[in-house]
Nanobody, 127 residues
Framework: QVQLVESGGGSVQAGGSLRLSCAAS????????MGWFRQAPGKERELVAA????????YYADSVKDRFTISRDNAKNTGYLQLSSLKPEDTAIYYC????????????????????WGQGTQVTVSS
């Protein structure tokens, strides 16, 4: 298994930026595809971005495309989500998740394929 811990959340004004980090420990980090999800009060948890084990393939939800960037540094056992041009509707708890899959370049977009989750970090964007 792998343990995931998010950090980097906070409160910012609309148009601001944050970088979220996901520190992994346990099994080899590179064995897991990674995703970032978010959940706002009263709403479903949704996939924001995903990245393959290798880091060469990515996915973004339409709502964040061109504003957020997902990346990973397997040597540091850390994943990242760079949030830019933030909007109030980006306010949510952001979760890092890992999916143990065989494919090196596959992106995982199904929530039920993610078995490992961090505790979440709050992002609040004010107008």
């Amino acid at each position: 298994q792998v343990q995931l811990v998010e950090s980097g959340g906070g409160s910012v004004q609309a148009g601001g930026s944050l970088r979220l980090s996901c520190a992994a420990s346990g099994r080899t980090f590179s064995s897991y595809a990674m995703g970032w999800f978010r959940q706002a009060p009263g709403k479903e948890r949704e996939l924001v971005a995903a990245i393959s084990r290798s880091g060469t393939s990515t996915y973004y939800a339409d709502s964040v495309k061109d504003r957020f960037t997902i990346s990973r540094d397997n040597a540091k056992n850390t994943g990242y989500l760079q949030l830019s041009s933030l909007k109030p509707e980006d306010t949510a708890i952001y979760y890092c998740a890992g999916s143990r899959i065989i494919g090196i370049i596959a992106v995982v977009t199904a929530r039920n394929q993610y078995a490992y989750w961090g505790q979440g970090t709050q992002v609040t964007v004010s107008s």
